[in-house]
């Protein structure tokens, strides 16, 4: 999932060749372009169709991107999947902009049972978290069998976080890489983050807790590891290079 999240900030080609060497037979571009009251101009998605299993995974974008359309609270919030909670509007506009292409996609592709995942890292990993739950909410039917997220901005309300960690429990993975600057963003308490928390300290390993002591003392070690740019970490921790560098070291 995390290579996939990656993919999609490749170019169409470069999707397509990594398609047929993970074996997966069919491949859709979902791109769409808005203009909504913040700096984000586009949705980029894709999504693969194989024999046993579908994902979709979402582009994300740089923080120096996010940072202040994130911070805007006077924005009013977008309707929850489902009608359960509430969004915050840049990520609903994003994700309404493209989901009528991943819908159809995905029952294009689905002919055998196959499983369904989402995927994505930043912006992309919040619009991976609210198409599960909008496929989940609208279509019990056809529950994601995994969502997987690396840097995910903080999504929702409380009862949309509630409804989905019901929903979602085992199924959904959050990764936060120590310092990362955009799990932090949007502001409490207006938005909220889903349960499923896999945080990856300063050394690289990963929790699936972290209590609050521990884990500032981890984040002040994080700050302090580059003297010389310590308001640098919170991007570099950010970027999916640093999230897949961490996968690969808990596996060996």
């Known amino acids: 999932m995390a290579r996939a999240a990656e993919l999609a900030y490749k170019d169409e080609p470069a999707i397509d060749k990594a398609a047929r060497e993970w074996g997966f037979e069919q491949v859709r571009h979902h791109h ?50 489902g009608g359960k909670g509430y969004i915050h ?26 499983t369904v995942w ?12 609210l198409a599960g739950a909008r496929l989940h909410f609208e279509e019990p039917y056809l529950t994601a069998a995994g969502v997987y997220t690396f840097g995910q901005p903080r999504t929702c309300d409380r009862l949309l976080t509630r409804e989905f960690d019901a929903a979602f429990t085992d199924r959904m993975y959050r990764f936060v890489n120590n310092n990362d600057v955009v799990p932090q963003l949007p502001p409490e308490p207006a938005f909220h983050h889903v349960s499923a928390l896999r945080y990856i300290d300063s050394t690289g390993k990963i929790h699936t807790t972290m209590p609050v002591i521990t884990g500032l003392f981890d984040h002040a070690k994080g700050y302090t590891a580059d003297l010389l740019a310590p308001t640098s970490d919170g991007v570099r921790d950010h970027f999916m290079g640093s999230y897949i560098n961490a996968l690969e070291k808990n596996q060996n």
């Open 32 to 81: 769409t372009t808005f203009r909504p009251p913040f700096p984000l101009e586009d949705t980029q998605a894709y999504t693969l169709g194989g024999r046993d299993m579908i994902i979709t995974a979402f582009r994300g974008t740089e923080p120096s991107n996010m940072r202040d359309w994130l911070s805007d609270t006077t924005t009013p919030p977008w309707p929850g999947p």
């Open 89 to 114: 509007h840049g990520f609903g506009e994003a994700l309404e902009s493209v989901w009528p292409q991943i819908h159809a996609a995905i029952h294009e592709f689905r002919n055998n049972g196959q």
């Open 118 to 129: 989402f995927t994505g890292h930043s912006l992309g990993g919040a619009l991976a978290m």
